[in-house]
């Protein structure tokens, strides 16, 4: 396993992307892959357009000896490079870790996006996500995930109360047969423990 610093290069406009890492022959696997799918670990900048790997080069730079030693390298190279329109999104290193953004055209964006009604209704779409949803047949409440199946069906308080208040109806049904039938208690006494209504 060998580190160093990598270059992806783009045969028709000399476009390149610089990167460091501590299995080099690894990394170049990986990306000629990644572009080939599209993957979400692709050049972030190739992602969301047509790409041939056929017309990218993809060139071991320098081998070093370590991942530090590499990294060094690969900021030196893309602060040279920076003005040549790299396919990196940072001048260094980390990526576009620790790089300041412009809130205002970050906000602009998202205003806009959430002024148009159908890409409102997308967004608002895949925020609910796919979950399935259900009805609790005790209470009626509609919804989906692990709350339903926490507060809802078998456990639903809906059904509790009806069963708490079935029992309580129950008693006081026996209660009036045995104050109506002093005789009726045995008889009384055995329904209560088939349907196990004083041990809930």
């Known amino acids: 396993m060998t580190s ?8 028709h406009t000399g476009q390149m992307y610089i990167g460091s890492s501590a299995n080099l022959k690894q990394r170049l696997i990986n990306q000629k892959s990644f572009m080939k799918t599209g993957h979400r670990c692709a050049i ?7 790409v041939d790997v056929n017309d990218f080069d ?23 490079f920076w003005d040549t329109g790299l396919y990196n999104k940072s001048p260094h290193a980390n990526g576009s870790t620790g790089v300041k953004r412009d809130h205002d055209t970050y906000s602009a964006g998202a205003k806009k996006q959430w002024a148009d009604p159908e890409q409102r209704a997308k967004k608002m779409q895949s925020m609910r ?3 399935e949803v ?25 059904k509790e109360q009806a069963e708490k208040q079935h029992q309580i109806d129950q008693l006081g049904k026996w209660r009036d047969a045995v104050l109506a039938n002093p005789d ?4 009384v006494l055995d329904d209560v423990e088939k349907q196990g209504v004083l041990g809930k």
């Open 129 to 131: 996500g796919k979950r």
């Open 58 to 80: 993809f060139r071991v730079l320098l081998e070093t000896d370590s991942v530090a030693e590499a990294r060094e390298v690969e900021t030196a190279l893309l602060e040279c």
């Open 134 to 158: 259900v009805t609790c047949p005790h209470c009626g409440v509609q919804g989906g995930g692990g709350n339903m199946r926490r507060y809802h069906f078998e456990k639903c308080a809906t």
């Open 4 to 11: 160093g610093v990598y270059a992806v290069v783009n045969k």
């Open 44 to 50: 972030a900048a190739l992602k969301h357009q047509p």
């Open 184 to 187: 009726a208690f045995g008889v």
